[in-house]
């Protein structure tokens, strides 16, 4: 009898989920289907998501007419440089907090974790006086030292207790052997933080894709530098019924998510592990 119960319970636990699963999955569908499918299509069977007739116009209406060709360029570029810049940065931060000691190094954790709670708009007027200073508004290289000059605490820890995980007779072993600081960091201790890194190119590639208000704020002057969210509100803006072009723009702007996450997501998950275990 228990079994019967146990089984009939697992059976509602699945359907729930499938239910669950479909509810959660079925606007990416539809947006899918939408970019297939005309605009009169669109408003006529605007919920069925296998299209009467499959069209690709909106994909070319998005990408030349709307100048998504120009936007997903922007996005690569800042997208790749950001990635570059946060995996040096927060790789070199995690490594010297993990193996050294020094004064203050208890309040530099201290303002690191605090900095979790300081919500991300609220520094974006200081980002962009320093930037105006700087001569760095209107131009591509601002949004990437932007994007690239946040905190990116979760990445830093990650790689500090990795580095706090790994037997210091590896690295000590290299020094007795006439390996200065850079060559135990560069030759030895960065190559083992593949999964960490694979982690951390994740969650920044992710920020600086999605990234709306620094690409809005650093490219309003200069529109040929728009990257895809920023992209996205002009295209509706100037084509507010092309709904299935918008579609077609969305799907673009997810579809490199998607594939990256997918790629990664073993490393991500040894990555997350590895760092955190005892």
């Known amino acids: 009898m228990n079994k019967k119960k146990f089984l009939a319970t697992k059976i509602v636990l699945a359907v729930f989920l499938v239910l669950v699963s479909a509810i959660w999955i079925y606007p990416f569908l539809w947006m899918i289907s939408a970019s297939f499918k005309s605009s009169m299509e669109l408003f006529k069977n605007g919920l069925k998501l296998i299209p009467e007739h499959f069209s690709f116009d909106s994909y070319s209406r998005a990408w030349v007419k709307g100048g ?11 997208t790749v440089s950001t990635i570059v810049l946060v995996v040096i940065r927060c790789l070199l931060a995690g490594y010297i907090l993990a193996m050294y000691e020094f004064k203050g190094k208890k309040i530099i954790l201290l303002c690191l ?17 320093i930037s105006d200073k700087l001569g760095l508004l209107n131009t591509r290289i601002g949004v990437i030292l932007a ?16 580095f706090q995980n790994t037997p210091k007779s590896i690295s000590e072993a290299a020094i007795i052997d006439g390996a200065g600081f850079f060559s135990v960091f560069a030759r030895i201790m960065a190559p083992m933080t593949g999964p960490v890194t694979a982690t951390t190119v994740i969650m920044t590639f992710m920020g600086a894709w999605n990234n709306f208000m620094i690409p809005l704020v650093f490219t309003f002057g200069v529109p040929e530098y728009r990257t895809l969210p920023v992209g996205m509100m002009a295209f509706q803006s100037v084509n507010e019924t092309d709904w299935s072009g918008m579609a077609a723009a969305g799907v673009m702007s997810l579809l490199p998510i998607i594939i990256v996450f997918i790629a990664l997501q073993k490393y991500f998950i040894n990555g997350i592990a590895g760092a955190v275990k005892e």
């Open 113 to 129: 974790v605090a900095t979790f709670m300081i919500p991300t708009g609220t520094t974006i007027i200081p980002v962009v006086e």
């Open 147 to 162: 994007l690239a000059g946040g905190g990116q605490v979760a990445s830093i820890l990650l790689y500090k207790a990795f």
């Open 68 to 78: 998504f060709s120009d936007y997903f360029l922007n996005s690569v570029i800042v």
